[in-house]
Structures are given as structure tokens and as C-alpha cells.
């Protein structure tokens, strides 16, 4: 192996990727352009920075995975899953793990490599634990020098990463007999992985001796380890259905208190589910279906995906496989060099990777709800405002269809409405776009149509104004009948509307995240903010909110490509940009300080 690159620079991980603004020195005529990524998913290394989030009133999820074995300090309800998400202590939680062996990697470079993982954009590592090497002879344990597991776990927590141990005592991992120790077999009557009174009577023994020395590093001994997984893919075993309770009790019995998981292929996933153990699932044979089953197990909840397999192992004498550097590979070289995976992971999990709602996300959290309406209504016959109806921003039509066809505006779109079929883009309809061809989809027997309509403004002269109605101000016809039982939903984009807070239900964004949906930026300026232009050049069209306040709305076909930003409207510190964005978005906010009307 090469101690070069086990030498080298552990990443990014303490390099600050916040910008401040700062005031142009005088005289100088060029513009200056300062970067912003879209804020971190995962650690922030600087505590800092995180502090400063928690202090200034971010929401939760913005600093979700900045929670560090450090930063916990309420240890008594660990790893949960409330609605859609986990929680660690209480706190939102978005695990970023990645696979480390202890057992193959040389201890002396565990440092190097938990180090690398971090720098990579990782919260958690994952390891195995092989009963075969630390029971290679019947009731002799061995925990020392490369199999000093709990030094690993040690280790882990000091560079401040969290761990999921998977236990077994069947791992698979490519090991002899899946990491089973081999005398097992000496008994001819042997039933490997059942509730056979000679393999049980073993890995009780085994887990006498292996329990104690990790029950003291759950969450909730003040440790690192924040899940348990019981044994690995065993629904595509599934020759006793009383052996994966036996291994859950097995645990539970010897003080494992942190949640417990399972781990199964998408074919094996019923079957190696274990009730009030949380199923994850691992990237073979994975189909629609599979999420259905999911779902029908453990009921909604985050889906996790805890390994990421494409292809077997490479053989004698056979073709190396070689493969899509974005689905599968090692992020180190065996000597600890870096791969491309690694910089493709680097870029996706960097620490200004971005956040994301869709806008439909955001419908059932509306503090008013959608009015109910036989036909459309306008914006101005809204019953909302203290029934004084909608003035500005976007109003957001539902019904449901039951085949597809021509669907004609008659020219009732005001002013102009993007039209989607089961959260699909079909098309805009405005005063030049009256007729739009609607899919069917013969799989379903019901479909969600949505119009969203943006006021772009009322007239402000002239005998016109009379008209000047917005939203859907007559019939929509499809296949020339008119469509009835609308939810109306009012998307005003005051202030109010964002300061009164988006649900906690951010998502990772990437480059081809597209719209309707609400990206978070977060900006850092200096002591002393100063007024500076944002252009948001390789965006489409919306509006944009810096601290609640509504800096106007942006579109690519121009002229005008920048919105100017008061320092006043900025604080020292931590700022927040919302971008409401209807099409495509990408990663990248741009300040400047000279405005660009396009003259």
C-alpha cells in the first residue's frame, strides 16, 4: 500500500463555503460576483456555523444533519421516524452513512479513512461485524489490533460520525460463508441462520460475549451508535419465520435499546421483514412495487437504502466489471486514493448542497384551506383575506379527470396557467395558448389535473380595467364538457405567507430538481450589510424572498436580469433566500454590485 495517499488531505471538510458581501473598494467599475450555494444538507464542520443556526431560528431541517455525536446533547429518545423523516433526539435527522470494514482496513489507516468519509459529506458509518474473525475457534473471542472493534467505534465518535453496527450474526459481505464461522458445520445436523437448537445455542454464546462491549456506545449511553441491523437479506433465505424474532429478542434481551433494522433485497422484502423493526432495503431487484410492499409493512415513513449493489464480484479467469461511475463503486482506492465515485459523491453531498419543497409537498400545510367550488372561481371571489378574495401571486386549481383529451381554456386563463396531469408538466395555457392535449393513462382509473394560474399583474388604465379578474374567470372544457368539483388554493406569496414558515419537510435538491417547488438558500454577510444586486442566471421563472421580505419575481426571456437587494433588508449574519422556482432550477445565486436592466 502507498502511505502517500494515505497522507493526503482528508477534503474539504474544514473549508468555509460561505460568502461574505462586502463594499467594493472605490474606484473600482468591474462588477463583483460573490457565489452562493444553496444550503447544507449534511456537516458543517465549523460549530460555528452551526450554532449560529440554531441561535438565529432556522428552521430545524436546515441544520438536520449537521446534528454530530458533539452537538447532541439530549441523549434519551434516539434514532425515530416521525412522518416521512427520523428524528435523533427529538431533532430532524437525515442519516448519510457510508460503508467502512474495520477488519479489512489496516488499523493504523481507520483515521484516514473515517476522516475521508467525512470529508466526502458522510454523518455515519457503517460496519460490520464478522462472527467468523472474532470466534475463529469454538469460545475463543478475539477484539484486539484489526479486530478491535470497539477502538473502531471509538474512533468513529472522536471524528464526530455517527454508527450503524450491523450485528449479524449472518453479515454476507462477501465474507466466507457470509461471516459464519465454519465450524459451525462440524455439527452434520447443522441448520445455518434457523432456529436449530445447535446454531441458536452458538450465536447465543456469541452474543454474550459481543453484546456487552457495545451496549455502552448506543445514542443512549452517550455513544455513536444510533441503529443496530439483524442479520442481512435474510427474506431471501427465509427458511424459519421464527428465527428473525428470535434474533430481535436476542438483542432486545441483551440491553440493545436503539432502533433496530433490517435489510433486504426488493424480492426478499416481505419476508424478511420483522414487525416493529424498521425494514430498509438494498438496491437489487428494487421495482415500483417494492415501495408498495414497503409501505404496506411498516406503514409511511423514510425510505432507506442501505446498500447499493449493481453486479456481482469480479471472478478468475472473467471480464472485470466495470460500471456506471454514478450507481455503484468504492470512493477509495484499496491504497486510500480517491475515485471519481468520490468526487461524484462530494458534489452531490457537498456541505452547500441544496433544499427543496415541492409545491404540492406544501398543500396540506396551508394555513387556509382550499375552498371547495363546483366551478372555478377568480381570485377576487376567493372567501380568503376576511373575505376581502386574493389580490397577488399565484392561485392553484385541483379536480380530478378520469381520461385524457383536449382540454380548452376559451380564453378564462388569467394570466397565465402551467398545467399539470398526476404532478406532471403538460403545458401552459394563457391568451395565446387556448388548447392543450391531455395523456391518458390507461393503468389509472382516476388522474389529478392542476392549474396553476400567476396573476402577472392588473391593467392600471383604460376601460379594460372592468375585466381585470384573475385565475380562472370561466369554465375550463375538456373533450368540450365543463370541468367541475374544484380545490381552489391561494398561493398569495406575501410576506406573511413566507414568515409564517414552510413545513419542516426540506428535501435534498441536485441540478435537475425542477418546479413548482421552494429552494433555501442560506447567505452569510459581514458586520456591515451593504445594498448589492442577485441575478439568478440558469433559473426560469419566480419569485424571490430574502428574510420574509418579497424581493419581486424573475424570469429568464429578460430583459431585466437582476433584483436588487437593500442592506437593510440584510443582517449581519446568517440570511435566508427562499426561491419559489415553477420550472427548472439549478445550484447557483449570483450577487453583483451593479444592476443589469438589459440596456
Partial sequence: ???????????????????????????????????????????????????????????????????????????????????????????????????????????????????KLKACGFNTVTTHVPWNLHEPRRGQFHYSGNLDLIAFISLASEVDLWVILCVGPYIGSDLDLGGLPSWLLKDSHMKLRTTHKGFTAAVNRYFDDLIPKIRGFQFQEEGPIIAMQMENEYGSYNLDKRYMPYIKNALLSRGIKTMLMTADTGQGLLKGHTPTVFATLHMKSVRQKTYEHLSSAQGPGPVMMTVYTARSLDGWGTPRNTLDLHNYGALLTEDGGYTPEYLVFQEFFRPDAGHFISLWDTLIHQDDEPVRSTGPLSMEQLSVNEGSGQSAGYILYETVITRGGVLNSDGHVKD???????????????????????????????????????????????????????????????????????????????????????????????????????????????????????????????????????????????????????????????????????????????FTNTSQLGY
Avoid at 368539483?485 to 405567507?497: A, W
Fill in 1 to 115: 500500500m502507498s502511505p502517500g495517499l494515505r497522507g493526503a488531505p482528508a477534503g474539504p471538510e474544514v473549508q468555509e463555503r460561505t460568502i461574505l458581501l462586502s463594499e467594493p473598494r472605490a474606484g473600482m467599475m468591474q462588477a463583483f460576483l460573490f457565489l452562493v450555494r444553496l444550503a447544507g444538507l449534511l456537516s458543517l464542520t465549523s460549530r460555528f456555523l452551526v450554532t449560529s443556526a440554531l441561535q438565529e431560528g432556522l428552521p430545524e431541517s436546515v441544520v438536520e444533519a449537521l446534528l454530530r455525536p458533539s452537538h447532541v446533547s439530549e441523549r434519551l429518545v434516539g434514532l425515530q421516524v416521525r412522518g416521512s423523516n427520523f428524528t435523533l433526539g427529538n431533532m430532524p435527522f437525515l442519516i448519510l452513512s457510508g460503508t467502512i470494514h474495520y477488519f479489512r482496513v489496516p488499523r493504523d489507516y481507520w483515521k484516514d479513512s473515517l476522516l
Fill in 416 to 590: 397565465r396557467g402551467q398545467v399539470f396531469l398526476d404532478d406532471k408538466y403538460i403545458g401552459v395555457l394563457d391568451d395565446t395558448h387556448q388548447k392543450l392535449t391531455l395523456p391518458s393513462d390507461h393503468y389509472k382509473e382516476f388522474l389529478t389535473l392542476r392549474i396553476l394560474v400567476e396573476n402577472q399583474g392588473r391593467l392600471a388604465s383604460g376601460t379594460s380595467m372592468n375585466q381585470e379578474r384573475k385565475g380562472l374567470t370561466g369554465n375550463i372544457y375538456l373533450n368540450g364538457s365543463p370541468l367541475r368539483k374544484f380545490k381552489i388554493y391561494s398561493l398569495e406569496m406575501q410576506n406573511k405567507f413566507i414568515q409564517r414558515k414552510l413545513p419542516n419537510i426540506w428535501k435534498p435538491s441536485f441540478l435537475h430538481t425542477v418546479g413548482p417547488a421552494f429552494f433555501l438558500a442560506l447567505l452569510r454577510v459581514g458586520s456591515q450589510p451593504k445594498d448589492t444586486f442577485m441575478s439568478l442566471q440558469g433559473w426560469t421563472k419566480g419569485v424571490v424572498f430574502i428574510n420574509g421580505q418579497n424581493l419581486g419575481r424573475y424570469w429568464n426571456v429578460g430583459p431585466q436580469e437582476t433584483l436588487y437587494v437593500p442592506g437593510p433588508w440584510l443582517k449581519p449574519g446568517l440570511n435566508e433566500i427562499i426561491v419559489f422556482e415553477e420550472f427548472k432550477s439549478t445550484l447557483l445565486i449570483y
